[in-house]
């Protein structure tokens, strides 16, 4: 039984471990990381950055130069956070260079586990799989002009599509059963690192510690979820009164059902 990946205790068991992490990294990023440690709740000092953010999951290969950093992220998350991560990195390895160069490649993978997350400036939520972010400058007909490897790539659970690149869909796969259905999960047995990520997510492989910060995560989810729910009923009640958007297209909006959104306009009718 796999124990569930959107918790950030059982996430961070798993991709702590070496074996894993490198395996996901070149699955999503494509790069080759020679590692024997991955640290967590990194802390960036304060001259790189004034807020005081912890790093989930980081690792550096002092031999390439490279960083990566891997984010966990369920809720109170916005795309200007997720960049001040990349570029707080960015800038602590100009810090420690003689001039403006950069002194490593940078790479930060962000897992969204939950829905409408990112959106865009006008407020629309972006239902995409995977965003990729670099700081390459591009020509006014759009071509990349590659000055540097650095990238941010985000990768959420939610939105898997028909053409999410395999090496991405067999992890976003592991994350996503664990949550649905962790008794018997459908996940790419062939590969194994995947194989070693489920044993690692094993409920019976806990220890007390584990378990209790592990149910202390899960009751913090379950009060944002409260939240959640009556945050949205409200804004489904608001755009149903106006009445400028069909039962089926809230519906989608809000990812719930369509008797869901007529069961609150006959609550609205009733008041």
């Known amino acids: 039984m796999l124990a ?30 020679h590692i024997d440690k991955v640290e967590t709740e990194k802390v960036l000092p304060n001259k790189v950055s004034a807020i005081k953010f912890k ?26 956070r997720f960049a001040h991560y990349f570029l707080a990195n960015l800038v602590e390895t100009q810090r420690r260079s003689k001039d403006y160069a950069f002194a490593k490649d940078v790479y930060i993978v962000v897992v969204v586990t939950s829905a409408y997350k990112i959106s865009d ?25 590659p000055m540097n490897n650095h990238k941010m790539v985000i990768l959420n659970t939610t939105y898997v599509q028909t053409d999410t690149p395999e090496t991405i869909l067999d992890w976003l796969n592991l994350i996503r059963e664990s949550m ?13 690192a995947i194989v070693r990520a ?24 379950e009060a944002v979820a409260l939240i959640e729910d009556s945050t949205k009923k409200e804004a489904i009640k608001r755009i149903s009164i106006r009445g400028k958007a069909t039962v089926s297209e809230i519906a989608e909006d809000f990812e719930v059902t369509e008797k869901y959104v007529r069961h609150i306009a006959t609550e609205i009718k009733n008041i």
Do not use: W
């Open 4 to 33: 569930n990946l959107d918790n950030e205790v059982y996430f961070k068991k798993v991709f702590t471990d070496v074996e894993v992490f490198t395996a996901f990294v070149k699955d999503v990023l494509g790069i080759d990381m």
């Open 121 to 145: 400036q006008t407020g629309k939520p972006i239902k995409e799989d995977v965003l990729v972010t670099d700081i390459n400058p591009r020509t006014l007909k759009g071509r990349s002009i």
């Open 198 to 221: 489920a044993l690692l997510a094993n409920m019976d492989d806990l220890t007390p510690e584990q378990l209790a910060e592990a149910k202390i995560q899960e009751m913090k989810k």
């Open 180 to 192: 649905k259905n962790p008794e018997h999960p459908t996940i790419n047995t062939t590969k194994p």
């Open 55 to 80: 790093m989930d999951l980081f690792a550096e290969d002092k031999a390439s130069r490279t960083v990566v950093e891997i984010q966990k992220v369920d809720y109170d998350y916005t795309y200007d």
